[in-house]
């Protein structure tokens, strides 16, 4: 799936703030490594320098598979220099790379606590269809009643298996209201307006993980 010539996107996976992209390409693979050049930051167009053990988000266009986009996580687990100076990778395995839509965040069907906070009207509780880094999915009580455009204040609460659960909160926009067909709930689809990075971050996490475990149990 990974040739020499790929190019890759990654973004540091590691809950800070700090907000970057870089860009790189695949110039040998073998078992367990992804050998790339030295990858250049998108924003300033500069080289940047990875520290060993950095975790990465990683995502690439397979030429191979109709154009799909993929992305997996990894880390750097050193460097060498061949023909030219090299990062290495550690490759995680085609099952662990989860294909996604050509959109920017992975979303995935999961029931979360959420409540709702809207000027003007009572705030209510309610529990997510889907979610992602970008946006989420609310059921949507039979006394609500709210128009696209409406701006509002989510709360949301994601568990971890291995923490405390992450409370975060964020500004969102009620972009549709829809009725789900199997279940016949009224469902608004709600976009994130402010959600800090690092909470992009973890919602990226965990979207990205509640895929693998779907791919592990054979779920598509």
């Given at each position: 799936?990974?040739?020499?010539?790929?190019?890759?996107?990654?973004?540091?996976?590691?809950?800070?703030?700090?907000?970057?992209?870089?860009?790189?390409?695949?110039?040998?693979?073998?078992?367990?490594?992804?050998?790339?050049?030295?990858?250049?930051?998108?924003?300033?167009?500069?080289?940047?320098?990875?520290?060993?053990?950095?975790?990465?988000?990683?995502?690439?266009?397979?030429?191979?598979?109709?154009?799909?986009?993929?992305?997996?996580?990894?880390?750097?687990?050193?460097?060498?220099?061949?023909?030219?100076?090299?990062?290495?990778?550690?490759?995680?395995?085609?099952?662990?790379?989860?294909?996604?839509?050509?959109?920017?965040?992975?979303?995935?069907?999961?029931?979360?606590?959420?409540?709702?906070?809207?000027?003007?009207?009572?705030?209510?509780?309610?529990?997510?269809e889907d979610i992602s880094a970008g946006g989420m999915a609310i059921v949507l009580p039979e006394s609500v009643q709210m128009e696209d455009g409406t701006e509002g204040k989510v709360y949301g609460v994601i568990p971890s298996q291995h923490a405390e659960p992450h409370y975060f909160e964020a500004m969102a926009e009620l972009v549709r209201v829809h009725e789900d067909k199997k279940?016949?709930?009224?469902?608004?689809?709600?976009?994130?307006?402010?959600?800090?990075?690092?909470?992009?971050?973890?919602?990226?996490?965990?979207?990205?993980?509640?895929?693998?475990?779907?791919?592990?149990?054979?779920?598509?």
């Amino acid at each position: 799936m990974l040739e020499p010539g790929v190019t890759l996107t990654m973004e540091p996976f590691d809950g800070t703030d700090k907000k970057e992209e870089y860009r790189c390409k695949v110039v040998d693979t073998e078992e367990g490594k992804i050998f790339i050049d030295y990858p250049v930051n998108v924003q300033t167009n500069r080289t940047v320098f990875l520290l060993d053990g950095m975790q990465l988000a990683v995502s690439f266009i397979d030429p191979n598979a109709s154009m799909a986009v993929f992305l997996f996580q990894t880390e750097v687990i050193g460097r060498v220099k061949k023909k030219i100076p090299m990062l290495v990778l550690h490759e995680p395995g085609i099952n662990n790379y989860v294909r996604v839509q050509r959109r920017k965040f992975v979303r995935v069907q999961k029931a979360i606590d959420v409540a709702v906070e809207v000027d003007g009207m009572p705030s209510f509780s309610s529990v997510t269809e889907d979610i992602s880094a970008g946006g989420m999915a609310i059921v949507l009580p039979e006394s609500v009643q709210m128009e696209d455009g409406t701006e509002g204040k989510v709360y949301g609460v994601i568990p971890s298996q291995h923490a405390e659960p992450h409370y975060f909160e964020a500004m969102a926009e009620l972009v549709r209201v829809h009725e789900d067909k199997k279940s016949g709930r009224r469902v608004g689809s709600f976009q994130f307006k402010d959600l800090v990075y690092a909470e992009q971050q973890m919602l990226m996490r965990f979207c990205f993980e509640q895929q693998l475990q779907l791919r592990k149990k054979g779920v598509k």
